[in-house]
């Protein structure tokens, strides 16, 4: 008698998307996933660190007037305290006397949406450390990223030279022999 067959269950292949943006944008969409994958692991305070480092500007020096000095010194007083509120509140979410501690990536505790922030942060940030010349030296960017997350490790690659984003599409350059600027969709 011949046994029955099994069906093997069929294991869906994910959807993959493709983004194309300029240096600026991947560094933007970077700095996003560190902070979303770091206030997501419990370190909140450096969601005030990051906030701080972006709406501070630059010290107007000791020639500046009065009013710019002033300024600049209640925007230190705000994000001082906006920073000290986070360590606070970070203590509170995260279970840790210490408002600097948080989980660390590769902990259970860690949501499995913060560890796919920060894998993709990190692909996107070797394929910067990559393209720019790969700084002499040790660099936590040069290091190939390990995955910590359950989804595939992103692929971050450079466009190949004279792709251009126009109007929100992608177009690649244009083929020999072909008229207009480039063509769009798969090819």
Do not use: F
């Not at 509140?89 to 860690?110: C, F, K, P, Q, R």
Request: charged share 25%; glycine share 14%; net charge negative.
């Amino acid at each position: 008698m011949e046994e029955p067959k099994v069906e093997e269950p069929k294991v869906e292949e994910p959807k993959l998307y493709s983004l194309t943006v300029t240096e600026r944008q991947a560094r933007t969409l970077s700095r996003a996933l560190n902070v979303w994958g770091r206030a997501l692991g419990g370190q909140l305070h450096q969601v005030g660190h990051e906030l701080h480092q972006w709406a501070m500007p630059p010290h107007p020096g000791v020639d500046a007037s009065p009013e710019e000095r002033t300024r600049y010194g209640l925007k230190w007083e705000r994000m001082h305290l906006l920073s000290t509120l986070l360590l606070g509140l970070n203590t509170l979410v995260s279970g840790y006397d210490n408002g600097h501690a948080g989980h660390g990536i590769y902990s259970e505790a860690m949501p499995e949406e913060g560890k796919v922030a920060y894998d993709l942060d990190k692909a996107i940030r070797h394929c910067l450390w990559e393209a720019n010349g790969r700084e002499p030296g040790y660099s936590v960017d040069g290091d190939p990223p390990l995955l910590a997350g359950s989804e595939p490790l992103a692929r971050v690659e450079t466009a190949p030279p004279g792709t251009v984003l126009v109007g929100g599409k992608h177009l690649r350059p244009a083929r020999s022999g072909n008229s207009g600027e480039g063509s769009g969709g798969e090819g």
